[in-house]
T-cell receptor, first 112, second 112 residues
Framework: DAGVTQSPTHLIKTRGQQVTLRCSPK?????VSWYQQALGQGPQFIFQ???????QRGNFPDRFSGHQFPNYSSELNVNALLLGDSALYLC???????????FGSGTRLTVV | GEDVEQSLFLSVREGDSSVINCTYT??????LYWYKQEPGAGLQLLTY?????DMKQDQRLTVLLNKKDKHLSLRIADTQTGDSAIYFC????????????FGTGTRLKVLA
């Protein structure tokens, strides 16, 4: 049973560019959350998608946007990249009645 | 504030017990979690505890919850070198919010 799949695993972007990260949730899960983990820090909540809608958002600027598709997969888009956006971006999936998230291995984004 | 606090480092000898501590912030937290992160990987759910429990045991893992002091601990019995990783506690607050708030993580090093 495949867990949460994220792509790409690594990428390098230049300041001001835009990036799209992708996530396929664990089979049977319908909710996708995105977290940003800066080096040496714990994950910070970006937003959560459920039924193709953003259900809750953390304290991130609107340069961060997302989407959920009918098959429950999700994308995270970041516009006008800043050096401070360099981090590990984690996707987590869940399902009502199941305690806790299942995390993917993350996408390591480096902005230069 | 939203800070969940953990000590940064813990070093133990193989075969000893490890105790990782966490102080959370909100007495209305419903679930408290412990996640493990190995180098280059995402987060793996180790165990969790409901807020109406004081203790939970799961094989080598024991979770203790002191709601009065908002203190959570994870004890790992017979610690092995494979337990070396970063451990995060996380809280999920009252209904109406879906995000988890993570601590900064405790790096556990197990010495052979």
């Amino acid at each position: 049973d495949a867990g949460v799949t994220q792509s790409p695993t690594h990428l390098i972007k230049t300041r001001g560019q835009q990036v799209t990260l992708r996530c396929s949730p664990k089979s049977g899960h319908d909710t996708v959350s995105w977290y940003q983990q800066a080096l040496g820090q714990g994950p910070q909540f970006i937003f959560q998608y459920y039924e193709e809608e953003e259900r809750q958002r953390g304290n991130f600027p609107d340069r961060f946007s997302g989407h959920q598709f009918p098959n429950y997969s999700s994308e995270l888009n970041v516009n006008a990249l800043l050096l401070g956006d360099s981090a590990l971006y984690l996707c987590a999936s869940s399902f009502e009645g199941v305690v806790g998230y299942t995390f993917g291995s993350g996408t390591r984004l480096t902005v230069v | 504030g939203e800070d969940v606090e953990q000590s940064l480092f813990l070093s133990v000898r193989e075969g000893d017990s490890s105790v990782i501590n966490c102080t959370y912030t909100d007495s209305s937290s419903t679930y408290l979690y412990w996640y493990k992160q190995e180098p280059g990987a995402g987060l793996q759910l180790l165990t969790y505890i409901f807020s109406n429990m004081d203790m939970k045991q799961d094989q080598r893992l024991t979770v203790l919850l002191n709601k009065k002091d908002k203190h959570l601990s994870l004890r790992i019995a017979d610690t092995q070198t494979g337990d070396s990783a970063i451990y995060f506690c996380a809280e999920k607050r009252d209904s109406g919010t879906y995000k988890y708030i993570f601590g900064t993580g405790t790096r556990l090093k197990v010495l052979a």
